[in-house]
């Protein structure tokens, strides 16, 4: 694809730091924003760790996180301390504390990483004790089953207490976390393994299948949801009104997969994985259609599908699965009609990038300096948009991972 650049990632597994060009990954597949709009953070699947990316200089470097073996196998060793990850499918960023988000998607918990003195991270479990399907009055009470994503709102409930929400992705079901009490918002709330399927409607009856990625809006009244068993995008309105919650289906054909664009409702994808807005005030959404090798998107006001970046050809976009959008580095306004948009190929173990002017609708080249070479001084203004992470494959995630080129 003309228009992408390798911007981090030698192409090859590994776990090196250093320069962006020169450092390694290992099935990256998470990406966020730091507050100051200073660093990417990449969750980093198979090294089980949280890497960071400063936009300054192109400095790779581990925020937290560090692969020792035992936390691969946790049942043989207990409880692994909150500092241990497994398989981390996601990363988000508070942007009111700066703390880092973690799904732990093999540990089926939630960790919050405050951070404490020099670039150091003290974590604890926000949520989740052992593999389940349970909601409690304390976090520890509550159980997940391989938690792909977790978002922070900048609202607070009565209280003035935080509210996330996840996607529990195995268990089928989309929780809210409000101080230290889970719960189910929609999907089933089944014990240990919720039920699957597609049914929209009610939260408290709708149904999912491994939904892996959830996108807040704006006014946070809504989660878009990239239900990827049933390849489907949907949307659950009238968030916080518990009775009123209700899901719809905004694109995709429930359960069957393929190619197709044009009209939402007739158009396919092919393991689906994230979504990132492109431009919420037109109602325009990016999705990382995985095994289709495509960035797809999504006009929710027209109802209609095409598609932004990718032919289907794996050498050009091999796996996408998470986007990040940014201001344009050249800018120095939000208003800019410039958008650098990041996109993890999982594939090639590397992150890749591509610049799009909103206003002409369409993508213009990057220098040098941003581009496929080393980071010249890059100066983002804090960008004010939580929404950037992810999760991995079916139902038997390693077996479906090699069916998409990746083990």
Known sequence: EEHLTIFAGAGNVGSKDGDRLAASFHAPFGLAISPDGQSIFVADDKNHRIRKIALADGVVST???????????????????????????????????????????????????KKVSNGAYEAEILAGSEEGCANGKRGVDAQFRYPYCIVTCKKKDASGATIYYAADTDNHRIVKIVGSK?????????????????????????????????LLSADEDS??????????????????????????????????????????????????YSTQWLDEDANELLVADLANHRVRQINLKASTVSTLLGSGNQKELNCPVSILLLPCTSSSSHSSPMRDIYIIARGDDNILKARYDLEKRKFVAIGASSGNAKAGSISYSAYENNDAFVRPIGSNRDTDEKKSSRS
């Open 63 to 113: 925020a937290f996180g560090k692969l020792d073996g035992k936390q691969l196998q946790g049942e043989n060793y207990g409880p692994p301390p909150p500092s241990k990850l497994c398989r981390p499918h996601g990363v988000s960023i508070d942007l009111s504390t700066g703390d880092i988000l973690i799904p732990d998607t093999d540990h089926h918990r939630l960790i919050r990483a």
């Open 182 to 214: 889970v719960s189910t918002v929609a999907g089933s709330s089944k014990s240990y393994q919720g039920d699957c399927g597609h049914k929209d409607g009610r939260a408290s009856e709708a149904l999912f299948q491994r939904p892996t990625h959830i």
């Open 223 to 272: 989660l878009i949801v990239t239900d990827h068993g049933n390849q489907c995008i949907r949307r659950i309105h009238d968030l916080g009104r518990e009775q009123k919650t209700w899901v719809e289906t905004l694109a995709g054909v429930p359960q069957k997969s393929g190619f197709k664009d044009g009209s939402a409702s007739k158009a396919l994808f092919n393991n689906p």
